[in-house]
């Protein structure tokens, strides 16, 4: 990479910086100067340090790490399922890593992150070497089976649970 390219880029990371460190500066003088937004914002450090009481206790951490690892294990082979399914193969690892990059989709403003997470699915098999409209396929039959039936079912077991009072 050539040195001019490589200080524009780290102009524009030492920028970005800046403007994220300068919102923070101004968010806090902000929280400090004002009051009743200083009450609010102290409960919500209060209640962020007991959360983070769990992470002292090393059996509690194993279980909290140890249950997204395998969340993200056991996601990426139901979107291997799914890829198995249509004829097509790729490796596990890939699918956990496109599965682990897809969830920052929940980061967008839209609920649920319908289309984005789709979107990113179907981009990722498709750099991972299954056609574009087969990816495309995959995507929709994995968030279908992951994210839009499950509350279906879940709605019966409560209309259940309810009729026998166990709720």
Avoid at 82 to 101: D, K, S
Avoid at 117 to 127: F, N, S
Avoid at 131 to 155: C, D, H, K, M, Q
Avoid at 157 to 165: A, D, I, P
Wanted: charge should be positive; hydrophobic fraction near 55%.
């Amino acid at each position: 990479m050539p040195a001019a390219a490589l200080a524009d880029q780290l102009s524009g990371l030492a920028t970005t910086a800046f403007i994220v460190i300068a919102a923070l500066l101004v968010a806090g003088v902000t929280a400090y100067a004002v009051p009743a937004l200083r009450q609010r914002v102290a409960g919500w450090l209060h209640q962020a340090r007991d959360a983070f009481r769990v992470l002292h206790d090393p059996h509690k951490l194993f279980l909290l790490l140890g249950g997204t690892v395998l969340s993200q294990v056991l996601f990426a082979v139901a979107l291997g399922a799914c890829v198995r399914a249509f004829g097509f193969y790729a490796p596990l690892n890939t699918l956990i890593l496109i599965n682990t990059a897809v969830l920052f989709a929940g980061l967008l403003p839209v609920p649920g992150g319908v289309g984005v997470t789709e979107a990113g699915l179907a981009l990722g098999l498709t750099r991972a070497g299954i056609p574009s409209e087969s990816a495309f396929a995959v995507a929709l039959t994995y968030r279908f089976a992951t994210f839009y039936l499950p509350p279906i079912w879940g709605l019966r077991s409560y209309h259940w649970m309810t009729s026998r009072r166990y709720l």
